[in-house]
């Protein structure tokens, strides 16, 4: 059985940091391409940042500078470190799985984030 957990969601203040973990089991972990989703309310679910086998990573513009993913194929996890983050960054944070052969794909169960002062 596949599972993505992710971790370390919650209230921080603007400026501030947060670290989100992914923890992935039943998935060969080096055989995927593992990625930060994020979804507001009332908006449309896009990409944060993911992170390639060979740890190529990419980012979206609203993120570059700021986001730093990070992945650990040893404990099958990926990390997403948020720095100097605003209001609108505030979201539900997802993990993403996706096979290198665009097979399959698995989601997390979702972490919330709010920027709030």
């Known amino acids: 059985q596949v599972q993505l957990v992710e971790s370390g969601g919650g209230l921080v203040q603007p400026g501030g940091s947060l670290r989100l973990s992914c923890a992935a089991s039943?998935?060969?972990?080096?055989?995927?391409?593992m990625g930060w989703y994020r979804q507001a309310p009332g908006k449309q679910r896009e990409l944060v940042a993911r992170?390639?086998?060979?740890?190529?990573?990419d980012y979206a513009d609203f993120v570059k500078g700021r986001f730093t993913i990070s992945r650990d194929n040893a404990k099958n996890t990926v990390s997403l470190q948020m720095n100097s983050l605003k209001p609108e960054d505030t979201a539900v944070y997802y993990c993403?799985?996706?096979?290198?052969?665009?097979?399959?794909?698995?989601w997390g169960q979702g972490t919330q984030v709010t920027v709030s002062s």
């Open positions: 993403r799985a996706d096979h290198i052969l665009r097979v399959r794909g698995y």
């Open positions: 039943g998935i060969t972990f080096s055989a995927y391409t």
């Open positions: 992170i390639f086998n060979g740890d190529r990573s």
